[in-house]
């Protein structure tokens, strides 16, 4: 009976079962021929365009017959490990990129460099102080006291206060480490009466220590922390 070999699909008869077959010239003969025609590779076609890839002695394709990458066509790309090349064929390695990565971040935290500093859109949320000795908020829309440090290590102090002791170095509040200047910061704020009777300027000094204080200041009527302003350095 006749079959098909496995890879290229020649026609062949069986030498018992079809010995009394007639030789039929086209599928006996000139289809096979066909079919081994087609299943060949030529010398002349290994390596080339269009051609056949071939295998190198370490059982793997050349890269001469590999198409490059570029920035419009995808293929083999060679590894660049330095920080410094222009080139558009080749690729950065891994540790390339972490150098570039380590540096942009020590540049972003070193406060000395020369190049301008941008304060992030987004600042820090104001933070709410535990007030002391009696003093606590006016309300009545004025703002609440508060605390908050921006991008550019400055603190800002802000709200209006009232009914609590009066007497000199009396403490409004404390701030936190982080939020404290190096030396003792003096700051004249609007002070006046409950009913607008009496008003004065007084002096709220900032301690390197994070005690906000208060000195002259004879009413607790109104007392306004808006506007007092310091660099953080400890």
């Known amino acids: 009976m006749a079959s098909n070999t ?14 009394n077959d007639t030789f039929n010239i086209q599928t006996m003969l000139n289809d096979n021929w066909d079919r081994i ?3 060949v590779v030529l010398e ?13 002695p370490d059982g793997k394709v050349p890269t001469a017959q590999l198409p490059s990458a570029s920035t419009s066509a995808a293929g083999i790309v060679q590894l660049n490990d330095t920080v410094s090349s222009t080139s558009t064929t080749q690729a950065a390695t891994a540790n390339a990129v972490k150098q570039v990565n380590d540096a942009l971040a020590a540049h972003s935290a070193d406060t000395t ?12 949320a104001w933070i709410a102080p535990t007030l002391l000795n009696g003093w606590g908020h006016v309300g009545f829309g004025t703002s609440t006291a508060g605390y908050m440090k921006d991008n550019f290590n400055f603190v800002h102090l802000k709200g209006s206060l009232w009914a609590g002791i009066t007497s000199d170095n009396t403490i409004l509040f404390t701030l936190p480490v982080g939020y404290r200047p190096l030396e003792d910061l003096t700051f004249p704020v609007f002070n006046a009466s409950s009913s607008y009777a009496n008003i004065t300027i007084g002096t709220v000094r ?4 994070g005690d906000v204080i208060i000195i002259k ?4 009527g109104l007392l306004f922390l808006d506007g007092i302003t310091f660099r953080a350095e400890q």
């Open 6 to 19: 496995p890879r290229l699909g020649l026609y062949k008869k069986d030498p018992v079962a079809d010995r």
């Open 37 to 39: 025609d087609q299943g």
């Open 44 to 56: 002349t076609e290994k390596g080339v365009p269009n051609g056949v890839a071939t295998l190198g």
């Open 113 to 124: 460099n020369p190049h301008p500093i941008y304060a992030k859109k987004q600042q820090e």
């Open 206 to 209: 900032v301690k390197a220590n």
């Open 217 to 220: 200041v004879p009413y607790n």
